[in-house]
């Protein structure tokens, strides 16, 4: 496995999505850098990449000392300053474009000239995201997805401002890292989401509608569609929250009834139940 053309590679934000990232980017090899805001979540950003790294060693796929290789590629800190020598940084923050922004900022403040600025981002436009830095060329999107670790698809999105060369740089290290990455336009939901959250509110407003129970809508798509995850597990894994923020990004765009949020999903949000990270969502976990 190798980084390509990059070396050093930055992950700002650690929790899921972003402890995942960076576990996979240590397992290719590469020297990372992980930011969290504060101490905190840096702690916290810590025990997401020993807990799944552990886990790997306790399933026999891992040795510890592989581990701890791993582990010891990734330095972790709270200041952007760290990030000065990386070639490429993959932001992985929350969904709020204001957010992100801030982070861009910075990034282009302390990042190198010719370093790739990259956001994970599932929901939001990455040109809204490029065009607050000086280096609208070298940013892209790259979203992974759930568990990052294990699922292979990389979308790698390039807006009318990124140059060809950081959008080819990046689907090779992609490449390297031994996932598959395809290369999209910035449109909502890119190809994944757009096809997927379709089928999941589809899912969401059967189960309103009565049409039938969760259990056995999960039941039907799980044994009869093939798929490892009926839909309402699948919600639950992906997290409430990000699945509203992503149909109401691609309704926005497509004004297709498909994407208009299922109530039940908008209600359960505000209720706080997102999910497996919150112990329930359409289902609870203990
Ligand atoms: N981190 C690291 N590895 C993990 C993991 C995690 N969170 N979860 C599972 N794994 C690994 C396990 O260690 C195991 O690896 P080995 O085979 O090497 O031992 C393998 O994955 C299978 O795990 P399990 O046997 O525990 O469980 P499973 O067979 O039920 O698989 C699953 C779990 C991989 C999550 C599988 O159910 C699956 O593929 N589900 C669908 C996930 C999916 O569709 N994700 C995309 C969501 S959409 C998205 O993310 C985009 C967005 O923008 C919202």
Redesign the pocket.
Known sequence: MSGGSFSRVGVVGLG?MGA?IA?VLARGGLAVVGIEINQDALDRGRGNLEG?TG??VK?G?LTEEAQREILDRITLSTDFADLAECDLVIEAVPERLELKRRVFEQLDRVCRADAVLATNT??LSVTDIAVTTNRPAKIVGV?????????RLVEIIGTVLTEDGAVARVADLVRGLGKTPVTIGDRAGFV??RL?FGYLNQAATMLESGHATRDDIDAAMKTGGG???GPFT?MD???LD??LE?LEAIYQESRDRRHAPAPVLRELVTAGLLGRKTGRGFYSYD
Do not use: Y
């Not at 979203?143 to 699922?151: R, S």
């Open positions: 899921t995942g576990e799944s886990r790997a399933r796929k599932s929901s979203h992974f997805f759930n568990p990052a670790p294990v699922m994944a989401n997927l798929l490892p995850m699948l894994l992906i997290g990000t699945c992503v």
